[in-house]
C-alpha cells in the first residue's frame, strides 16, 4: 500500500531562517512519483514540483531546494531565507508512474509552515 | 479556460438533499482526480478519470457519492442524500500525462 507521512504538522520560524519540511513515503511500486504543494491561506493548491523515482538528482528553484533519498525512502523540501509569503500548508504527495495514465495521488497530513517577521 | 474551474465556488444545502459539484479541467488534460478536503485536515482521494473511464473509485466514502465525466472534460460529483459530515471542501484536479496535476479552487459545501 502507498503512504506518505509527513510528521512534523506545525512549524514557526523566524522570517530568513532556512527550514526543512520532511516527507517519508511508502510503496511498493518500482516506479512512481513524488509531488509537493503548497496551499496558501487563501485555499487553492499550488502544484510545486513532481519528481520521477528514476531521477535521484536533487533540485534547486530559487529558494526552494528538494533533497530526494530513494535509499531512505524521503523526499524532503527545504526553503532558504523564508520569508512570510512562504506561510502556507505544504503537502507532499506520491502517485504510482504509469505510461501515458493517469493513478491517483496519496497525499500526506501536510506541514503548517508559520514565518514570523 | 486557464486553469481548473470549479462550480459553485459555495454550496450550502440541507441534510438529506441531493448535490451536484460541477468541474472544468483544463483543455486538453485527460486525467481528472477529485477529492476532498474536511477543515484543516489533509486531501482525501475520491476517484480519478482517465479520459471518461474511472479506474479507480475506491475513495468514494459511500454508495451516495457518484461522479461521471462526459466528453472527456467536465466532470460531475454527485452527491445524495446529503449528511453533515459531508460538510468539506471538494477539491477537482487535472493533469496531461508528464506535467503536474492542476487544482481548481474548490467546492465550500456546507450541510446544514
Known amino acids: 500500500a502507498q503512504k506518505v507521512t509527513q510528521a512534523q504538522t506545525e512549524i514557526s520560524v523566524v522570517e530568513k531562517e532556512d527550514v526543512t519540511l520532511d516527507c517519508v513515503y511508502e510503496?511498493?511500486?518500482?516506479?512512481?512519483?513524488l509531488f509537493w504543494y503548497k496551499q496558501p491561506p487563501s485555499g487553492e493548491l499550488v502544484f510545486l514540483i513532481r519528481r520521477n523515482s528514476f531521477d535521484e538528482q536533487n533540485e534547486i528553484s530559487g529558494r526552494y531546494s528538494w533533497n530526494f533519498q530513494k535509499s531512505t525512502s524521503s523526499f524532503n523540501f527545504t526553503i532558504t531565507a523564508s520569508q512570510v509569503v512562504d506561510s502556507a500548508v505544504y503537502f507532499c504527495?506520491?502517485?504510482?508512474?504509469?505510461?501515458?495514465?493517469?493513478?491517483?495521488?496519496?497525499f500526506g497530513s501536510g506541514t503548517r509552515l508559520s514565518i514570523r517577521p | 479556460g486557464a486553469g481548473v474551474s470549479q462550480s459553485p465556488s459555495n454550496k450550502v444545502t440541507e441534510k438529506g438533499k441531493d448535490v451536484e459539484l460541477r468541474c472544468d479541467p483544463i483543455?486538453?488534460?485527460?486525467?481528472l482526480y477529485w477529492y476532498r478536503q474536511s477543515l484543516g485536515q489533509g486531501l482525501e482521494f475520491l476517484i480519478y478519470?482517465?479520459?471518461?473511464?474511472?479506474?479507480?473509485k475506491s475513495g468514494l466514502p459511500s454508495d451516495r457519492f457518484s461522479a461521471e465525466r462526459t466528453g472527456g472534460s467536465v466532470s460531475t460529483l454527485t452527491i445524495q442524500r446529503t449528511q453533515q459530515e459531508d460538510s468539506a471542501v471538494y477539491l477537482c484536479?487535472?493533469?496531461?500525462?508528464?506535467?503536474?496535476?492542476?487544482f481548481g479552487a474548490g467546492t465550500r459545501l456546507s450541510v446544514l
Open positions: 504527495a506520491l502517485s504510482e508512474a504509469r505510461y501515458s495514465s493517469a493513478s491517483k495521488i496519496i
Open positions: 484536479a487535472s493533469s496531461l500525462s508528464g506535467t503536474g496535476e492542476y
Open positions: 478519470f482517465q479520459g471518461n473511464s474511472a479506474p479507480d
Open positions: 483543455s486538453g488534460h485527460t486525467a
Open positions: 510503496t511498493r511500486d518500482t516506479t512512481y512519483y
